[in-house]
């Protein structure tokens, strides 16, 4: 073989050739691979998306679609299912539902709420917790890991008790009858500033019934069970499920729930309504669900005469202010003014337990999902 220099430079610039062809071959396969890659990861979280902190409302409703983003969409995908209840309205409360302790329960065996305690719901919420740590993480699930294995010595004592949630109790959480407004202060101060807007929707949805018979109410509200007296809500999210009619005719309430920050908006804890109980009237002493939240009422039209007791410690509402407190202690309210003061009405709203980790929270959020 002859060599020569040009017979090599002929060699480097076919080799350098087929270097260059090389590289842009294997940039194409690994360019490729990625967005294969970058799909699937897309498919996946499609298929198994975990539960948002914090449900996305869209300000208002255009036309005939759903309000909100996540509960949006939560609801559409719910839509004509037995969890789904427009309580209250011209013709009856709702099919399958009953009242007790003034609370409206579906007697379906999905729901948290109406399921006794016992071993069968221990079971759930575990096998609801092996599955969101499998899928995401079990960092940080300490005391919900703890909560869900000891559900039974926490909820089937018979013992009296000053607190004892009826579903879910989460070890290790500082408890106390009433909260300081400082514990969620950006949301009590927005509900405060949002006062004149939220009563006069109140004011543009509320009519006096004439009686307690259903038939007799406005349309979305509800009557609850009591020993005396009317109590009537008009709910816009109930355990965890958006009420779109409801929705629709309040867009500006709608909107002040979106913004707040630590609203439960995707789990069966999370509820917010207008809450009316007239002259006379007194709601049973009972437990609420949970204490991983804390319930916020915001006054809208307090008389005198009323009263709210938790854990044996009363507070009176007032006008334009919140009040904080856990529900998950033994609590009732009673309004013992005279009938030309006129009801007593609050915006009622569930905030989370300050706390609760944002990784417990989204953990709840998965466990506790409308319909689970």
């Known amino acids: 073989m002859e060599w020569s220099l040009e017979r090599m430079r002929e ?12 590289e842009s071959s294997a940039l194409g396969t690994a360019l490729c691979l990625a967005l294969l890659f970058i799909w ?3 498919r996946v979280g499609c298929e198994h998306s975990a539960p948002s902190l914090h449900g996305g409302f869209s300000p208002e409703p255009r036309g005939g679609a759903v309000p909100g983003g ?5 609801l559409s995908a719910r839509r004509g299912s ?4 427009q309580v209250g309205g011209v013709g009856g409360s709702g099919v399958g539902e009953e009242e007790l302790n003034g609370f409206a329960y579906c ?6 709420r109406c399921t006794k305690p016992g071993e069968g719901l221990n079971q759930r919420l575990y096998h609801s917790l092996q599955e969101y740590a499998k899928r995401y993480t079990w960092a940080g699930m300490g005391r919900v890991h703890k909560g869900v294995r000891e559900q039974g010595r926490y909820l089937l004592c018979s013992r009296p008790s000053i607190q004892k949630p009826e579903v879910f109790f989460l070890p290790d959480l500082p408890s106390a009858p009433f909260f300081s407004r400082e514990a969620q202060k950006h949301d009590v101060e927005l509900l405060e500033r949002s006062f004149p807007a939220l009563l006069a929707e109140f004011e543009s949805v509320y009519r006096l019934p004439s009686s307690r018979t259903s038939s007799s109410l406005p349309l979305g509200w509800k009557a609850n069970s009591t020993p005396r007296g009317q109590w009537w809500t008009f709910y816009l ?6 009420m779109v009619l409801n929705a629709r005719r309040c867009p500006r309430t709608w909107r002040v729930l979106g913004q707040l920050r630590t609203f439960i908006a995707n789990n069966v804890f999370g509820n917010a309504c207008f809450s009316v109980l007239s002259p006379g009237a007194t709601i049973t002493e009972h437990y609420g669900p949970t204490n991983v939240r804390l319930r916020c009422h915001l006054g809208l039209k307090v008389p005198s005469g009323c009263e709210l007791v938790v854990g044996g410690e009363p507070q009176c509402w007032s006008e334009g202010s919140c009040l904080l407190f856990d529900d998950s202690f033994l609590h009732t309210a009673f309004h013992d003014g005279s009938p030309e003061d006129g009801p007593r009405v609050v915006f009622m709203v569930d905030l989370w337990h300050p706390n609760v980790a944002a ?3 989204q ?10």
């Open 82 to 85: 037995s969890n789904l209840r």
């Open 11 to 22: 060699w480097v610039a076919g080799g350098m050739q087929s270097v260059r062809e090389c």
């Open 70 to 74: 996540v509960l949006a969409s939560d």
């Open 40 to 42: 699937y990861c897309y």
């Open 107 to 112: 007697q379906s065996p999905e729901c948290f």
């Open 237 to 242: 999210v109930n355990q965890g499920t958006p």
């Open 359 to 361: 990784a417990e929270r």
């Open 363 to 372: 953990a709840l959020d998965y466990i506790f999902t409308p319909g689970r």
